[in-house]
C-alpha cells in the first residue's frame, strides 16, 4: 500500500514537516497563495491517485485560510486522493457554542458544516469542547482527539518544584484535573467572570495550604489572554509565588503576549500547536496518532476511479 501524502499551507511549514516525519509520509507539492487582488490560488502538482492525504494547517486566525483549504481539498480530489483529511493542531470556532444572545450565528456549527463538507475526517490536539460534549456533536466527519495533558504533566513535572495546578476558570477543571493526576500534583480552580472580550475578573479563593508551591495556571486556549494575566494578578495578590503559565495553544492575538508578561508569571509556555516563541511542549507527535488512528478507519466507498463517496 501506497505511503500516505501530506500537504500544508504557506508558513505552517513546521507543521507539515513534523508530520511527514512523525507519520512518516511524503510531501505534495503544488502551490496555495493570494493573487494581488486577495482571491486564492491553488495548484497541486503531486499525483494523489488511490493515496491518504492530509492537510496539515492550523487554524489560528482562520478566516483567511477557510477558503483555500476548501480549494486544496477540492484539487487533491481532482488529484485522485483516497480520503483527504484535515489535522488541524488547533481547531478554530469552537468558543462559540451556543446563542448567547438572540440573532448571534452559532459560527462552530456553521464552520464545522464547511469543513465537514471538504473533508473526509478530521484529527485535532484538545478542541475546545465545553458546551459539546464530543467533536462529533459538531463535525459530520470522523473524528479523533490527541490529548495535550500527558505532555503538559510531564513539562511540568520535569521543571516545576513543588507544583500546584491551577485552572482559571471552571471550565479548565476537566484538563487541571487531569494534568494535576498526571503530575502528582493538587489543583484548584479559580472562578472567572467574563464581560467583554478583554474584560475578565477572577476571584482567588483561600490557597493558604499551598504556600509552598508553585501555582502552574493551565489554560487550553490563551487568545487575549485577560484570563491568564489576571489569574496571574490574583495569585499574586493573594501571596503566591509567580505562577508559571501553561496554555496548550498559543493564539496570543494582538499584544496578548506583552499583556501576559507584563502580569509577572515566571515563566510563559506553550504547546506546538500554533507556531509562537513561548513553544516549549511537543503536541504534534500525539497529533500523528490521532491521523494514524483516523486512517485505520473504514475507506469511503468509492466510485469510480478517484471518486469519494
Ligand atoms: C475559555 O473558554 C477558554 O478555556 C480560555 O480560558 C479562554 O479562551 C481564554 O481567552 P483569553 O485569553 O482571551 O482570556
Redesign the pocket.
Known amino acids: 500500500m501506497s505511503r500516505m501524502l501530506v500537504a500544508g499551507l504557506p508558513r505552517q511549514r513546521r507543521l507539515r514537516d513534523g508530520l511527514l516525519e512523525a507519520l512518516p509520509a511524503d510531501p505534495v507539492e503544488g502551490e496555495v497563495r493570494h493573487f494581488p487582488d486577495g482571491e486564492s490560488y491553488v495548484r497541486v502538482d503531486t499525483d494523489c491517485a488511490g493515496r491518504d492525504v492530509v492537510v496539515a494547517a492550523t487554524l489560528a486566525r482562520p478566516d483567511p485560510l477557510l477558503l483555500p483549504l476548501v480549494y486544496l481539498a477540492r484539487g487533491l480530489r481532482d488529484r485522485g486522493a483516497r480520503r483527504v483529511l484535515l489535522a488541524a493542531p488547533y481547531l478554530a470556532y469552537l468558543?462559540q457554542d451556543t446563542r448567547f444572545r438572540p440573532g448571534e450565528v452559532v459560527t462552530s456549527q456553521v464552520f464545522a458544516g464547511l469543513l465537514s463538507d471538504a473533508f473526509d475526517g478530521l484529527a485535532t490536539i484538545d478542541p475546545?469542547l465545553?458546551r459539546y460534549a464530543a467533536l462529533s456533536d459538531v463535525y459530520d466527519v470522523p473524528g479523533r482527539v490527541a490529548h495535550a495533558a500527558p505532555a503538559l504533566a510531564r513539562w511540568i513535572a520535569g521543571h516545576v518544584t513543588r507544583p500546584l495546578i491551577v485552572g482559571?476558570?471552571s471550565?479548565?477543571e476537566q484538563w487541571v484535573s487531569d494534568v494535576a493526576r498526571r503530575a502528582g500534583a493538587p489543583y484548584a480552580v479559580l472562578s472567572?467572570t467574563?464581560r467583554g472580550?478583554?474584560d475578565?475578573s477572577i476571584e482567588v479563593p483561600g490557597l493558604e495550604r499551598y504556600r509552598t508551591h508553585t501555582p502552574v495556571l493551565v489554560?487550553?486556549?490563551?487568545?487575549?489572554?485577560?484570563?491568564?494575566?489576571?489569574a496571574v494578578a490574583g495569585l499574586r495578590d493573594a501571596g503566591c509565588p509567580a505562577p508559571v503559565c501553561v496554555?496548550v495553544h498559543a493564539?496570543f492575538?494582538g499584544d496578548?503576549y506583552e499583556t501576559l508578561r507584563r502580569a509577572g508569571p515566571a515563566a510563559i509556555v506553550t504547546g506546538d500547536t500554533i507556531e509562537h516563541p513561548s513553544n516549549a511542549i511537543p503536541l504534534i507527535g500525539g497529533l500523528a496518532e490521532a491521523v494514524r488512528d483516523l486512517l485505520a478507519g473504514p475507506p469511503p466507498v468509492t466510485e469510480g476511479a478517484g471518486g469519494a463517496a
Open positions: 468558543r475546545h465545553h482559571p476558570d471550565e479548565s472567572k467574563r472580550d478583554r475578565v489554560d487550553d486556549i490563551v487568545s487575549t489572554a485577560r484570563t491568564m494575566a489576571v496554555g493564539v492575538a496578548a
